[in-house]
């Protein structure tokens, strides 16, 4: 069965700080892995990752992909307290392409 | 930017009725899929739907589901009879064709309470 874990669980900083939320996964068949935000309802996409080593990134957030160690790690630096939300990381694995979550990361940053 | 819409955002039955969800996916995206969440759990794969019919599902998705897309826009979760434990956030998500095009996008989510 595929499996996908994120750690921490919730994570409470300070307006300026830097986390870093972790996801390591065991699937039989890769093909991407994804992260998402989630505020009051929809997931919405910040990343795909495909191939190791690459780093993607979109303003204060980055993250990479180590397909030998099987994780993925999601980098927000300053943080602001628009940050605050549920971080899901998902592996696309299926034959139809469907995902599997990890249970997220609960962020709160603090003013 | 193009977006996937779900409708109704809440909906609440009584255990035993029939409910539609209904999901209008972005318009040129060819896999369409259905999640759903329950309140402080995780987000759970229902089925996938390509070319009119169903590619994958979960164990999840028994005899009581079915999906249909009864038009060339409208991408439709119905739930037979319901029960208590089918309340849910019910996601509908679709993506482009192309293995470079693998990200879905999800809709806003159908919130639904079984009485």
């Known amino acids: 069965e595929d499996k996908v874990v994120q750690s921490p669980l919730s994570l409470v900083v300070h307006e300026g700080d830097t986390v870093t939320l972790n996801c390591s996964y065991e699937?039989?068949?890769?093909?991407?892995l994804l992260w998402y935000k989630q505020e009051k309802k929809a997931p919405t996409f910040l990343f795909m990752l495909?191939?190791?080593?690459i780093e993607k990134k979109s303003g204060r957030l980055s993250s990479i992909l180590d397909k030998k160690e099987l994780f993925s790690i999601l980098n927000i630096t300053a943080t602001q307290t628009g940050d605050s939300a549920v971080y899901l990381c998902?592996?696309?694995?299926?034959?139809?392409?469907?995902?599997?979550f990890g249970s997220g990361t609960q962020l709160t940053v603090l003013p | 930017e193009p977006e996937v819409t779900q409708t109704p955002s809440h909906q609440v039955t009584q255990m035993g009725q029939e409910v539609i969800l209904r999901c209008v996916p972005i318009?040129?995206?060819?896999?369409f899929y259905w999640y759903r969440q329950i309140l402080g759990q995780k987000v759970e794969f229902l089925v996938s739907?390509?070319?009119?019919?169903?590619?994958?599902k979960s164990e999840i998705f028994d005899d009581q589901f079915s999906v249909e897309r009864p038009d060339g826009s409208n991408f439709t979760l119905k739930i037979r009879s319901t029960k208590l434990e089918d309340s849910a956030m019910y996601f509908c998500?679709?993506?482009?064709?192309?293995?470079?095009?693998?990200?879905?996008?999800f809709g806003p989510g159908t919130r639904l309470l079984v009485l």
């Open positions: 739907f390509y070319n009119n019919e169903i590619s994958e």
């Open positions: 699937v039989t068949n890769f093909r991407s």
């Open positions: 998902a592996v696309n694995s299926g034959s139809a392409r469907q995902l599997t």
């Open positions: 998500a679709s993506r482009f064709s192309g293995r470079a095009t693998e990200t879905q996008y």
């Open positions: 495909t191939s190791s080593g």
């Open positions: 318009s040129n995206h060819l896999y």
